[in-house]
């Protein structure tokens, strides 16, 4: 089985290599990096080549990070990517706005840490269409992984 690219967002040093570590142990190919408008230029630049990204994984999600507007801004381009929250404390408070103010609130989840590989394996399997590699990555609305934020909002 191909390496999926994932992108990995978190603006800690130490958090983000260990997050790192754990994806290429379970074969991702993995590119790091600590700023929301990274994460929205290296998304643009491969939405059309086969090595885009699958998965946007984003460790230790703060509200000021701008991810609803970047969210926003990837669907209008046509690189809608799913996103996966990694929250200890899985706080329902903090990801409200997020979901609300997103477009496709279906593409996002939300995982603890010692969950963080599962749902990665759930969300990038769905994000690969068998029927065309080249189709838009929007398969990952019916993944069927229970979402917490969905059912308190």
Sequence with gaps: M?????????????????????????????????????????????RDSADRFRLLLINRYVPEMGIA?????????????PILVIDRENSMTRLRSLIERCTTPQLIQLSKPEQMIEYVRRLTDRAVSPASPDAPQTACESVDIPNPIKDEI
């Design 2 to 46: 191909e390496s999926m690219p994932v992108l990995l967002l978190d603006p800690r040093e130490d958090t983000r290599l260990n997050a790192c570590f754990l994806l290429q142990l379970a074969g991702y190919r993995v590119t790091t990096i600590d700023a929301v408008d990274e994460a929205f230029n290296w998304i643009v630049n491969r």
């Design 69 to 81: 507007e970047a969210t926003r801004e990837l669907d209008r381009l046509g690189a809608p990517v």
